[in-house]
């Protein structure tokens, strides 16, 4: 039975949310518009046009709007690249994974993981245990296909190249920010060293030598 107190809670909550997701869009349009170092609560405030006073009742600080947008946008990436992973099969394991690869930077990009937030993660040290922890999630993703896909080695060492592989993507922001540009060939070259760097897990021989050597 809902109670007439649960009634009265939503839109309560609703208007909270509402107000919460305002707030990061001002901050993250901040971003956009001036850079990191212009991000105040005073900026946001009259981006939004919400009180300073008001985006205290929700946030502590800049950081932690900033780290909410960060860990928020890193999630759906993951769901979005767990879920393009679940398709990539032994048989054709270049091309799918080639193909999650770009989709998921077409996602990425078009949920607004820019370079903007990219560049907060540097600037804000509250924001590393996110990237941290992010990272460590794509890698243990890597695992699991790549002992899907057949690989031997050892869940640590899979692990090990995960982490390796996923520091191609941080390669594509530096990129991007030392060019000025977003030019895809730095996605596809982050495709082509993925594959290179996989294949020699996934050979045949690989295993023999494993079965043989234990």
């Given at each position: 039975m809902v109670t007439s107190t649960e009634i009265k809670r939503r839109p309560v909550q609703a208007r909270s949310q509402k107000t919460r997701t305002a707030i990061k869009d001002a901050t993250?349009?901040?971003?956009?518009?001036?850079?990191?170092?212009?991000?105040t609560t005073n900026a946001v405030a009259a981006h939004s046009g919400i009180k300073v006073g008001s985006i205290y009742d929700y946030f502590p600080n800049k950081e932690a709007i900033i780290a909410e947008i960060y860990e928020e946008k890193l999630a759906q990436v993951r769901r979005f690249f767990e879920a393009g992973f679940e398709t990539i099969a032994a048989?054709?394991?270049?091309?799918?994974?080639?193909t999650?690869?770009?989709?998921?930077?077409?996602?990425?990009?078009?949920?607004g993981l820019d370079r903007?937030?990219?560049?907060?993660?540097y600037y804000y040290e509250a924001l590393f245990p996110i990237a941290q922890q992010h990272a460590r999630l794509i890698?243990?993703?890597?695992?699991?296909?790549?002992?899907?896909?057949?690989?031997?080695?050892?869940?640590?060492?899979?692990?090990?190249?995960?982490?390796?592989?996923?520091?191609?993507?941080?390669?594509?922001?530096?990129?991007w920010r030392l060019t000025s540009t977003n030019d895809e060939i730095a996605i596809e070259r982050q495709i082509a060293m993925t594959i290179?760097?996989?294949?020699?897990?996934?050979?045949?021989?690989?295993?023999?030598?494993?079965e043989v050597s234990g």
């Open positions: 993250h349009a901040v971003m956009r518009e001036k850079g990191v170092r212009a991000v048989e054709h394991w270049q091309s799918q994974l080639a999650v690869i770009r989709e998921t930077w077409a996602y990425q990009l078009s949920i903007t937030i990219v560049d907060a993660a890698a243990s993703n890597y695992v699991r296909l790549l002992r899907r896909l057949g690989s031997c080695w050892a869940p640590e060492q899979l692990f090990d190249l995960g982490i390796s592989l996923y520091t191609l993507v941080n390669a594509n922001w530096s990129y290179t760097l996989i294949t020699p897990v996934l050979a045949a021989s690989e295993c023999r030598i494993s």
